[in-house]
């Protein structure tokens, strides 16, 4: 059975930092693309991409967290991370972790879309307050 589980999310002062968590179950961890997007408040019809690191392990970040933000995994635990730091008021959301095996050699294209992941995690609220 494919199950993503995040664990991680809580409410941060300006500055602060939080590492997210989503183990995944049911797919070939390995040969999995794995992205992280977000819901903000008051946008909830979208979801704007954050991360994404590739099967072949190439990652990516949306201009708004780059530097701030890391993608990694732990191929023993099956396990992807989101290490967050210097949050700010906007980075409030919703945090979905996201997973596809299927993107191939198009992984560059899609791996920060929405749309073509197949599977997802529940969310986990990350509140940063002033």
């Known amino acids: 059975q494919v199950q993503l589980t995040e664990s991680g999310g809580d409410s941060v002062q300006v500055g602060g930092s939080l590492k997210l968590s989503c183990v995944v179950s049911?797919?070939?961890?390995?040969?999995?693309?794995l992205g992280w997007f977000r819901q903000f408040p008051g946008v909830e019809r979208e979801l704007g991409a954050i991360a994404g690191i590739s099967d072949i392990g190439t990652t990516s970040y949306a201009d708004s967290v780059k530097g701030r933000f890391t993608i990694s995994k732990d191929y023993a635990k099956n396990t992807l991370f989101l290490q967050m730091n210097d949050l700010t008021p906007e980075d409030t959301a919703v945090y979905y972790c996201?997973?596809?095996?299927?993107?191939?050699?198009?992984?560059?294209?899609?791996?920060?879309?929405?749309?073509?992941?197949?599977?997802w995690g529940q969310g986990t609220l990350v509140t940063v307050s002033t």
């Open positions: 049911g797919l070939p961890f390995g040969d999995t693309c």
């Open positions: 996201a997973a596809d095996p299927g993107f191939g050699q198009a992984r560059e294209f899609l791996i920060l879309l929405p749309g073509p992941y197949g599977y």
